[in-house]
């Protein structure tokens, strides 16, 4: 069964492509407008929505280009078939107003993309220094249980990142990725978690960083029942588990193999990748599999005899796909 719905798959889609979708949407409307509707100045203020959405979403330069391109296809579109006056521009009233509008659409176009890059911005730093001091204190939590696994959570978060940036996630996934990595150890009902989580403030609760947060609590609670779920007659392959909870459970099972474990020497890289293969599209979905392999033959640092290692391992993987 496939780990994303339907209506996920196409949020994606749009997301991802969202910028082309907007162009055509432009097009499309322009073309709708000057097909059927006859007195078509009257619906040059429709364009300022379309402006207006990519601003806030894509910011200050693709909301400008759009602008533009809608004032560029709109005095096209005059020149030769004309907006209920005449084609051409030999009316001045016509210029006059082309001009205004067009002025005041990229206009807006600048200052809504403005506002929206400083915003995102500003929400971007504070994210930064909550995904710091989360660091910190797991780093912290970590140091007075056992020493071996000092840094294993900022470990698995990074790991768990470049996983899921090598499948495609989108930054929203990638922060909810990172802060359930980093809080991992304590699962979602530890005491512990509860205290860090009283030390949210209140006021940043309507901020993406309180959404990454509960996204993260969610995805928690998700892997927290993944190794009752899968293996065995359960192939996780089958299951209906989110790719998130896939990266996180081979991210903190590599990273886990690499650390010298109690009466074990660690692993070194290619035999851990070996360990974790071995329960691929049963343990561990496939795909992450896959990945998981790309990033450790592209970021491990080692020695030449390990290099040599992890890129057979990545080509034994590319013969068998």
């Given at each position: 069964?496939?780990?994303?719905?339907?209506?996920?798959?196409?949020?994606?889609?749009?997301?991802?492509?969202?910028?082309?979708?907007?162009?055509?949407?432009?097009?499309?409307?322009?073309?709708?407008?000057?097909?059927?509707?006859?007195?078509?100045?009257?619906?040059?203020?429709?364009?300022?929505?379309?402006?207006?959405?990519?601003?806030?979403?894509?910011?200050?330069?693709?909301?400008?280009?759009?602008?533009?391109?809608?004032?560029?296809?709109?005095?096209?579109?005059?020149?030769?078939?004309?907006?209920?006056?005449?084609?051409?521009?030999?009316?001045?009233?016509?210029?006059?107003?082309?001009?205004?509008?067009?002025?005041?659409?990229?206009?807006?176009?600048?200052?809504?993309?403005?506002?929206?890059?400083?915003?995102?911005?500003?929400?971007?730093?504070?994210?930064?220094?909550?995904?710091?001091?989360?660091d910190v204190l797991t780093f912290h939590l970590e140091s007075t249980e056992a020493h071996h696994q000092r840094g294993h959570s900022h470990l698995v978060a990074e790991r768990a990142v470049s996983i899921g940036r090598e499948l495609g996630l989108r930054e929203e996934e990638l922060d909810r990725l990172r802060v359930a990595?980093?809080?991992?150890?304590?699962?979602?009902?530890?005491?512990?978690?509860?205290?860090?989580?009283?030390?949210f403030p209140g006021a940043t609760r309507g901020l993406p960083v309180a959404g990454s947060m509960r996204a993260a609590l969610d995805l928690l609670v998700e892997y927290g029942h993944y190794h009752e779920q899968?293996?065995?007659?359960?192939?996780?392959?089958?299951?209906?588990?989110?790719?998130?909870?896939?990266?996180?459970?081979?991210?903190?099972?590599?990273?886990?193999?690499?650390?010298?474990?109690?009466?074990?020497?660690?692993?070194?890289?290619?035999?851990?990748?070996?360990?974790?293969?071995?329960?691929?599209?049963?343990?561990?979905?496939?795909?992450?599999?896959?990945?998981?392999?790309?990033?450790?033959?592209?970021?491990?640092?080692?020695?030449?005899?390990?290099?040599?290692?992890?890129?057979?391992?990545?080509?034994?993987?590319?013969?068998?796909?």
């Open positions: 069964m496939s780990s994303r719905s339907g209506i996920d798959r196409v949020k994606w889609f749009v997301f991802r492509h969202f910028e082309r979708l907007l162009v055509l949407l432009l097009v499309a409307s322009l073309l709708a407008i000057h097909g059927f509707i006859e007195y078509k100045k009257a619906f040059l203020s429709f364009y300022y929505l379309p402006v207006i959405v990519a601003g806030f979403y894509l910011g200050r330069n693709a909301a400008v280009r759009a602008a533009v391109l809608v004032v560029a296809l709109v005095a096209f579109f005059q020149m030769y078939v004309g907006l209920g006056d005449g084609a051409g521009f030999f009316d001045a009233r016509i210029v006059f107003t082309l001009v205004f509008w067009g002025g005041f659409l990229i206009l807006t176009a600048f200052a809504v993309g403005t506002l929206a890059d400083q915003r995102k911005a500003n929400a971007d730093d504070l994210k930064s220094a909550y995904v710091a001091l989360l990595a980093l809080l991992h150890e304590l699962g979602p009902h530890d005491q512990r978690l509860t205290r860090l989580l009283e030390q899968v293996g065995g007659d359960w192939p996780v392959d089958e299951l209906r588990i989110s790719v998130g909870a896939k990266i996180l459970a081979i991210a903190d099972a590599y990273e886990t193999l690499l650390m010298p474990g109690a009466g074990r020497a660690p692993f070194a890289p290619w035999t851990a990748l070996e360990e974790i293969e071995k329960g691929a599209g049963h343990t561990f979905g496939s795909e992450v599999v896959r990945a998981l392999k790309r990033v450790a033959a592209l970021t491990e640092p080692a020695d030449a005899a390990t290099t040599a290692r992890l890129a057979l391992v990545s080509s034994r993987d590319l013969a068998a796909s």
